[in-house]
């Protein structure tokens, strides 16, 4: 059983990765993005709050997000573990998780930091926009997701640093690269893959 958390800038391969080792410790990658699709899509009360804030393009308030993700932990599927990505994103969201988790006795085990330079990021996501045609990845738009990345989400990075069990590993090479730096990471604190 595995808790896994895993956080990095904009464009540093966390998607890619956390569908990755979801495959290889046998838990369900969750993502913040995906719960909301899916509740949307189901028309569930959750999902049909959560629309009224998505289709405004607002921030889905702190309180939903956290019933959402409440919600998604209670899944069967998430009973031999799991692993988050894109959430928490604030202190509040930290505390939150914390109290989810500790109401039924658990906690994370790791939390995974993919560390990216920034201009590689940006060049990476200046690639991801032509590939994908994303007009919203501008270099501007980037540099200013990274900026809140950095003032969101360190705060976080430092929370989990001072708790031990922070793993920090380098997020740039070949995705298979990547993945077996993290994977031996998470071997030398003694978790392993199915």
Known sequence: MVRL???GPPGA?????????AETFGIPA????????????????LGIEAK???????????????????DRLTHADCVPGFLLDGYPRTLDQVDALDEM????????DVVVELVADPE????????RALEQGR???????????????????????DIYARRGILVSVDGIGEVAEVTDRIVSALAERGIGGV
Request: glycine share 4%; charged share 25%; aromatic share 4%.
């Open 120 to 127: 590689v990021v940006i060049e990476r996501i200046r690639l």
């Open 52 to 70: 009224s804030y998505m289709d405004r393009g607002a921030y889905v308030p702190n309180e939903l997000t956290n019933a959402l993700v409440a």
């Open 5 to 7: 958390l895993l956080v």
């Open 30 to 45: 969750i993502s913040t993005g995906d719960i909301f699709r899916a509740n949307v899509r189901d028309e569930t009360p």
């Open 135 to 157: 007009a919203d990845d501008t270099d501007d738009v980037v540099r200013a997701r990274l900026e809140v990345y950095t003032a969101e989400t360190a705060p976080l990075i």
């Open 101 to 108: 988790l500790a109401a039924s006795n658990q906690a994370l």
């Open 13 to 21: 391969g966390k998607g890619t990765q956390a569908v990755r080792l």
